[in-house]
């Protein structure tokens, strides 16, 4: 961290939201270094780091939760402050207000109404004083502390937002961090800016060269193996290492079987003949088929599929000899699914192959350079790295592959079929120019089969259910909106075109309440 030890910075404070991350991320977004601390550690970065402002996240507990322990002294640091959903009530307990179980909770978005002028909402709220945020929430501030005053109510959170303007505290019960508040980084640039007053420090090159720098102290002189997918985030972990570390770098690319049509040779194609890079194909299609059989649980799968990885990996480390490091995409929202990146008390959604499902010793060391990043800031950087917009901007493709979209048991046959399917839908998309408005879009063949009639004849067989979402991080996520034109002629593309199928369904729900992948 030599290179960021002098830059002014916005330090976040986890209490174990799923959103943390974003909020650090909407800060760097703006120009803006951030930091994310865990609240048993915040005093220890307030002595040494050149902190100008704090933002206190959200979270999963109750303000009167044991587990959370904030000393009041935090406010006595005369630095700027701004706490979000959980984060403003913590502020108000602190600080001698009240927090109570509310009567109606609001989870999806409210409409907050404008009570007094606050530089904090400056260009927030619409020419009726009102706006659209996201809440999610049970408990409520329902007196404040002394000294504050109201900024907004929303009809169940009379004290949707707060400020001790001459401390320059501030308390908003919303998320302006996610993309459904409306103008919600204008709240954002407005504390960082016109409070905090930090000027713009960070940008996509400081951050390449902060990875880079990082792995050749980490590093050395040794040789790392690449997990190489050929998605996005390995690819991008492959470009940064191998511009740390040039020819100490091997890529290892697993075909599993569960690989989307042709993807293998997409891969081999990219990598050995394109970017000149040391790569090793392993046909393991047979050994994933066999370990996943009869194995329904999606947790089971994950495990099995991530333990396999690292037994391949640490097997060809053997053969090739003085390797220690295994580097893998890994992202933060995978992290903050699987676990809790700085220890707070995040709620577990799902173990991910690459972290919930690695197993517990393992005789390779981890490098993860894209942990703490987002999908969309892993993309700047691939293209900073002078990758093709073509693979940057490639739809996100899950490491456990058609795994998690086959739900229940795995067969050849059902693997058949869905690389078929997924294949037209895909196919489909680009030739209606519809790709790239989509963050990520897939085809699942569901565990159930229906009767239908083809030729007068009885048919028996799966459902494919079509998935395609809009997205900024990958955290939150609505469906696309296909029109019926579309829907039905990739409909009859599939039932006509690939035997075993014959229906087809689309996902219509949104992240939350479900996740993006089916398992």
Not at 146 to 159: E, G, P, T, V
């Amino acid at each position: 961290m030599n290179l960021n030890k002098n830059l002014e910075r916005i330090l976040i404070v986890d209490f174990g939201s799923q959103y943390t991350q974003l909020i650090a991320r909407r800060v760097r977004e703006i120009g803006v270094f951030s930091e994310i601390v865990n609240h048993n550690n915040l005093y220890k970065y307030l002595k040494i780091h050149n902190v100008k402002g704090i933002i206190l996240s959200g979270g999963p507990l109750n303000v009167n939760n044991k587990l959370i322990k904030i000393n009041k002294n935090l406010f006595k640091f005369n630095i700027p402050i701004l706490g979000i959903c959980f984060g403003h009530q913590i502020i108000s307990k602190l600080l001698g207000g009240k927090v109570k179980e509310s009567k109606f909770r609001e989870f999806g978005n409210a409409f907050i109404n404008k009570k007094n002028k606050s530089i904090l909402t400056q260009g927030f709220f619409d020419n009726k004083n009102k706006n659209s945020v996201w809440m999610s929430h049970a408990d409520i501030v329902h007196k404040l502390p002394k000294n504050f005053k109201i900024i907004a109510s929303s009809k169940n959170s009379k004290y949707a937002a707060i400020e001790n303007r001459k401390k320059k505290i501030y308390g908003v019960q919303f998320h302006p961090e996610v993309s459904h508040t409306d103008k919600g980084i204008n709240l954002i640039k407005n504390f960082v800016f016109l409070i905090c007053k930090i000027k713009k420090n960070w940008s996509v090159k400081n951050q390449k060269k902060k990875l880079i720098n990082e792995i050749k102290l980490e590093v050395g002189n040794q040789k790392v193996i690449c997990a190489l997918s050929g998605g996005v985030d390995s690819s991008v972990v492959a470009k940064l290492i191998h511009k740390a570390i040039n020819k100490n770098l091997v890529c290892i690319f697993v075909n599993t079987g569960l690989l989307r049509k042709n993807e293998e040779k997409e891969v081999i194609k990219t990598f050995r003949k394109k970017f000149k890079i040391n790569l090793i194909y392993i046909n393991a299609k047979k050994l994933f088929l066999k370990k996943l059989k009869n194995v329904a649980d999606p947790e089971k799968k994950r495990k099995i599929i991530g333990n396999l990885f690292i037994k391949i990996f640490e097997k060809k480390s053997k053969q090739l000899k003085n390797i220690k490091y295994l580097a893998q995409g890994t992202l933060y929202p995978d992290l903050i699914e699987s676990k809790s990146a700085t220890g707070s008390p995040t709620s577990k959604i799902k173990s991910h192959h690459n972290v919930g499902g690695l197993p517990r010793k393992m005789k390779l060391k981890l490098i993860e350079p894209l942990k703490y990043l987002f999908k969309d800031e892993v993309r700047r950087l691939g293209l900073e790295l002078s990758l093709s917009e073509a693979l940057i901007y490639r739809h996100p493709f899950p490491g456990p592959g058609l795994a998690i979209r086959i739900p229940g048991n795995i067969t050849e046959e059902k693997v058949k079929i869905l690389k078929e399917a997924d294949c037209l839908f895909i196919n489909h998309l680009k030739l209606n120019n519809l790709y790239d408005k989509i963050w990520q879009a897939y085809a699942a063949l569901l565990p159930v089969k229906t009767v239908g009639v083809m030729g007068d004849n009885r048919t028996y067989e799966y459902i494919c259910l079509l998935r395609a979402i809009t997205s900024e991080d990958g955290m939150t996520a609505d469906f696309f909106n296909f029109d019926k034109k579309f829907l039905q002629t990739i409909s009859n593309k599939i039932i006509n075109n690939v035997k075993g199928i014959n229906r087809v369904v689309v996902d219509v729900t949104s992240k939350p309440p479900s996740t993006i992948e089916l398992e």
